[in-house]
Every structure is written in structure tokens, then in C-alpha cells.
């Protein structure tokens, strides 16, 4: 009998960049596909988990391709209601947009769902998986916000703060839960520091290209 503590170890997934990243907020929309960069990333995403044997896999959608993928709707992208679907430049132009930033914890999307409900569907069903798997690591892939969202809430960081969080497409965030208190392994692992050179080049120069860069990467970039 193992006198080792049952430990389940989380790795967080946001999937690759798609055909509307940046651009739109696609929230729960449908036909939705990876792009040809997002295919890329996948791609090399997919190396970097190849050393890692998991004891499971869980996406918010069932869809197998040669992995035996298990279904958990509750990790599904916040339900942003009738703000799917609209282009991301008119979305940073509307007083909720602000309040998203600096109070996410009092927004509710209109016709979609409230931040904090997203919260606690997120967090109760990875500790559902938790349960289920105590041993070994588990893969879930999912959307940024809701990333950062469980991060914030295993970090003990308060809802409001959560944007300070980046979750990058295809990168790994990793959280220990067991009997102590949870342990974040890993934050937003892109398994290479490009894309800080990235973020750089795109500019701090002036304080219009400040605004316009926060503006552009939330909430989750489209997804």
C-alpha cells in the first residue's frame, strides 16, 4: 500500500490561436478551426506534452483525434451572450468593457453569463477531476479567460485582479492540488521566451500603443 499523498497534478492547456483570434470574440460560438499558425502551435504544443504520460484528458468538447478525449462542458469559454461573435474593436469602445477590466467580479455579459459563476463552474469541475484521477497528471484543455480565472482562485488571487494574469495560445499552466494547499507549478509555459521579444517589438513606445495593446488582448484575445 502506497503511504504517498494523493496528488493530482492540473496542466491547463489553452488551445492554439484560430481564425478569429485578436479579431473577434468568439466565446461558445461553433465552427470555429484552428488557423494555419494555430496548427503550427499545436503541433509543437503537442511535442512538448509527448514526455508527459497523463492519467487523463478532458475538454469542454469530446472531440477525438486519435486521443481519447473526455467531455467537460463546465470548462467551455465564458458565455459572453451578445457579445459573441462582435468584432473586438467595438467591444473596447463600450463602458462594460471597462468594468470587465477593473471589476470583472460585478460584470454580467449581457444575455451570457456572470464572471464569477464562470469561476466556480470552472474550479468545481476540475476539482471533480481531481477526485477522479489522484494520482497522476491530467490534461485540460481550455480557454484563456478560464485559465486565468482557476489560476487566480488556486493562487488566492481576488476575481477583480485576474487580468493581470496572461494566459498566451498554446501555453501550459500547471496547478498541484492534494491534501495541502494548492501549488501553481507553472504559469503560461510557452516552452520559449520568443514571444516576450514578441511583446516588446509590438511597443511600449507611446501611451496611445499602451492603451491599444491592453486593449487588444482581453478578454482572451477571442478566445
Not at 477590466?101 to 474550479?123: K, L, M, N
Amino acid at each position: 500500500m502506497s503511504i504517498l499523498p494523493a496528488v493530482t497534478i492540473l496542466l491547463l492547456i489553452r488551445h492554439a490561436v484560430t481564425e478569429v483570434t485578436g479579431k473577434r470574440l468568439s466565446g461558445q460560438a461553433a465552427g470555429i478551426h484552428l488557423s494555419t499558425k494555430g496548427q503550427e502551435q499545436a503541433a509543437r504544443l503537442a511535442e512538448r506534452l509527448a514526455a508527459i504520460r497523463m492519467a487523463g484528458l478532458y475538454a469542454p468538447i469530446a472531440t477525438s483525434q486519435g486521443l481519447r478525449v473526455s467531455a467537460a462542458p463546465e470548462l467551455q469559454e465564458v458565455g459572453y451572450g451578445r457579445w459573441t461573435g462582435r468584432p473586438i474593436a467595438q467591444l473596447v469602445r463600450t463602458s462594460l468593457w471597462k468594468r470587465v477590466h477593473e471589476s470583472p467580479s460585478s460584470v454580467r455579459f449581457p444575455g451570457g453569463e456572470a464572471i464569477t459563476d464562470v469561476q466556480r463552474r470552472a474550479v468545481a469541475a476540475l476539482e471533480a477531476i481531481a477526485a477522479r484521477h489522484p494520482r497522476g497528471p491530467i490534461g485540460v484543455v481550455t480557454h484563456a479567460d478560464v485559465i486565468r480565472l482557476v489560476v487566480a482562485h488556486y493562487a488566492g488571487i481576488h476575481l477583480d485582479l485576474f487580468q493581470r494574469l496572461i494566459v498566451s495560445p498554446a501555453s501550459v499552466s500547471s496547478v498541484e492540488l492534494g491534501d495541502g494547499p494548492p501549488r501553481i507549478l507553472r504559469m503560461n509555459d510557452t516552452g520559449t521566451l520568443a514571444d516576450l521579444a514578441l511583446h516588446r517589438a509590438k511597443g511600449r513606445s507611446s501611451p496611445s500603443a499602451r492603451r491599444g495593446d491592453r486593449r487588444s488582448s482581453r478578454p482572451g484575445k477571442g478566445s
